[in-house]
């Protein structure tokens, strides 16, 4: 019994679709951004002097990558209405890949700071530098350079994940496809067209990675 | 002030020790820098002379006896750490210029953060100093595009943008190729030339005999022998000093 292709659904759904890319991306660039502060955060807190707070760092950290994505956006969603905030959907996924990507980012950006040759920061403090000036303008830059790919391929990492937001039903391209799917059937042609869809996207993002990176990140080094 | 500044102490250290763990670093060190003085530091490697000179700025901390610099006692504290680096500038073995910015950046980062000048005034007192360790012209570039010696000018302009009360050197020339190695004492003896004071970690007995006022020399973490240039070079008391000078000039 052969399966025949009948992409008409697709076709059909298709500028939905385009509005879940753009979903999509709203959730991925959003989130990135919450990560990379939460990530600069982080390091900076738990270089920080304050005891409690570098193991509230550390904690948070571990919380994060030993548990599932999916909890953890369920657990946004369920537990912030507990202490009285009620947020729609795309907000609080926004919210979960940001902490969840910033966690991943917190241990990216530290090796980029521990990457930091010793001398760097004693030239900021003999110049009388305060510690926090010696991380935000003679670290901060050097370390993201020096970990830049992995953020990179972090973000991606992240991109891709906001598919599991279709859990708490955010918009987003995942969620779309469901929808086309449960009224069509037609499981393969839509999840073969998202397929392509995310690939898409991701390239693109790779892409303006790869341009930011070159203009932030353009200073020569020996 | 009063009007005998030139001959009152700017640093002095009294009664210094400190350990590395079980490793006793510096014994008992008593050093006295006057306004306007350059001292060479010297000895064999691991005899603390580079510990000493960080200790001023507090790159390293003491575990007993007592540091003044400017009037100021040092302690742990931030507020006095920060006061005492501002008015102390240093120069290492390795230049340490961050590699993310011009020359202009990194000569105008710390005036603008610490001083709170303002980016002109910044940006005008650095290219003073960058002309006067002639490297003016390279004020646009990054440091991996300059030569060692090049560098090395850099960071002593990037001290001097601080306007410190004096200037410590670590070793200075210690990592240049030979033909760099007189462009940056050249630098150094134009600063001593107009009243710099000088706290100098070198093996540049040149520069020793030409500039300093007096030649301090050290081993095992404590301080052996110091005199003028002329009497610690033609007749050193120390046998251990005798020796460390035999090795040395026999290589000039």
Partial sequence: ?222 | MSQASSSEALITMSGVDKWYGDFHALKGVDLEVRRGEKIVLCGPSGSGKSTLIRCINHLETIQKGRIVVDGIALDDSARVVDAVRREVGMVFQSFNLFPHMTVLENCTLAPMRVRKVSPADAKATARKYLEKVRIGEQANKYPAQLSGGQQQRVAIARALCMEPKAMLFDEPTSALDPEMVKEVLDTMIGLAREGMTMVCVTHEMGFARQVADRVVFMADGEILEAAEPETFFKNPQNPRARTFLGEILAHH
Avoid at chain 1, 80 to 92: A, D, F, K, Q, S
Avoid at chain 1, 102 to 118: F, K, L, P, T
Avoid at chain 1, 151 to 172: C, D, N, V
Wanted: net charge positive; proline share 5%.
């Fill in chain 1, 1 to 222: 019994m052969g399966y025949t292709l009948d992409f008409q659904p697709v076709i059909a759904g298709l500028p939905d679709l385009l509005k879940g890319c753009a979903g999509t991306l709203l959730l991925a660039f959003s989130g990135m951004i919450l990560s990379l502060a939460i990530g600069i955060g982080g390091v900076a807190v738990r270089g920080s002097s304050v005891r409690t707070a570098r193991w509230a760092v550390i904690a948070f950290v571990e919380l994060i990558r030993n548990t599932p994505f999916l909890v953890q956006i369920y657990f946004v969603f369920f537990a912030l209405p507990l202490v009285g905030i009620r947020l729609p959907p795309t907000p609080t996924a926004i919210i979960a890949l940001g902490l969840n990507g910033g966690a991943y980012a917190i241990e990216i950006i530290r090796g980029g700071v521990q990457s930091i040759h010793r001398g760097q920061i004693e030239a900021g403090l003999a110049l009388g530098l305060p510690r926090r000036d010696i991380f935000r303008f003679v670290v901060l830059r050097p370390a993201l350079r020096a970990v830049y790919p992995s953020l990179t391929g972090q973000f991606i990492m992240l991109t891709l994940t906001t598919s599991i937001a279709s859990a708490i039903a955010a918009y987003e391209l995942t969620s779309v496809a469901k929808l086309i799917e449960n009224e069509s059937f037609r499981s393969f042609e839509v999840y073969g067209t998202i397929t392509l869809l995310y690939l898409l996207m991701s390239w693109g993002i790779m892409q303006a990675f790869g341009l930011v990176g070159r203009r932030y990140f353009d200073y020569p080094v020996k």
